[in-house]
């Protein structure tokens, strides 16, 4: 089912990432600025992801003994940053996620840069290194964005949804690692019930809206393929959506022959494949389209 599948280390047949998305209540800010203090009921749902999930989380892969990614925007780096020293102590990888979630789509040119820049330089403070990896808000990278990533020494993105496992993307630049997401793993159209920033899902019940992401992994582990989930803490780090998680990690490992690593570690693997000549992956050349598509 998977042409080009990457040999995994140990033996494993399946490489798997549960990564978050720490947005905390940036979302409220970046959507409602001018009135954003006076919205308490979703600035607490914004913060219940780093002050009660994330260490809910932490504890869990500190008892599996696994590390795994997170994404966070340098605003969230700034007002949790004693979330982030734990993250960071735990051995845990922290990526770029723009400064305030802004949408790349909306802020191209040098507001773009800025914007991007000034999460780079909180990042490079509070966590005391460079990040390695990028996810885009809403998945919404541009070509301007790749070419800041390759500009600044990424090694890897994670916002398209090109193939099913790591592939290369190239530009006239340079290239990096696209490790690629897709709706089917994501927990915002199951969960996501906000209608300040226009979303407005049926909330579903925890067993019946993580089912399809078990689903998701059972395919990519026949094929020898990845899977990864891209997920909030305040969405599925809630009770009753972590202890099913939790569970799934439990019986995954005590099972089947998977490799749980951050993503920096996953890039690191294909890389040194690559070196070795053993292996090859797709290689997509951007931009796809170098300006507006006639009809």
């Known amino acids: 089912m998977i042409e080009n599948p990457i040999p995994w280390p140990n033996g494993a047949q399946c490489a798997c990432a549960i990564t978050f998305d720490i947005d905390a209540d940036s979302l409220i800010h970046v959507s409602r ?4 203090y006076q919205r308490l009921y979703p600035t607490s749902m914004g913060r219940y992801g780093p002050t009660v999930a994330i260490p809910r989380i932490l504890e869990t892969y500190r008892r599996l003994g696994i590390k795994q990614s997170f994404f966070v925007p340098g605003w969230c780096l700034e007002n949790y940053s004693s979330v982030m020293e734990k993250i960071l102590l735990e051995g845990h990888e922290i990526g770029h996620h723009g400064w305030i ?3 790349p789509t ?3 040119g040098q507001v773009q840069r800025e914007a991007f820049e000034k999460a780079l330089e909180t990042h490079k403070r509070i966590c005391g290194v460079s990040p390695r990896g990028y996810r885009a808000p809403v998945y919404n990278v541009t070509p301007q964005v790749i070419d800041l990533l390759i500009e600044n020494g990424f090694i890897y993105e994670s916002s398209l949804m090109g193939d099913d496992i790591p592939y290369v993307l190239k530009t006239d630049g340079g290239q990096l690692f696209e490790i690629p997401v897709h709706w089917g793993c994501d927990d915002w159209p199951p969960f996501a019930h906000y209608e300040e920033i226009g979303y407005m899902m049926p909330v579903r019940a925890p067993s019946e809206g993580l089912k ?3 689903e998701e992994f059972d395919a990519q582990y026949e094929a020898g393929g990845f899977f990864m989930l891209i997920v909030h803490p305040f969405l599925t ?6 202890r099913i998680v939790e569970r799934w990690l439990e019986e995954t490992i005590a099972s089947k022959r998977v490799w749980f690593a951050p993503l920096d570690e996953i890039v690191g693997h294909v890389q040194r494949l690559m070196d070795e000549g053993v292996y090859n992956p797709k290689v997509d050349k951007l931009p796809y389209y170098s300006g507006p598509v006639e009809i």
């Open 106 to 108: 909306n802020t191209l």
């Open 212 to 214: 399809g992401f078990w």
């Open 33 to 36: 600025p001018n009135d954003s």
């Open 101 to 103: 979630h802004e949408d």
């Open 237 to 242: 780090g809630r009770l009753a959506r972590w």
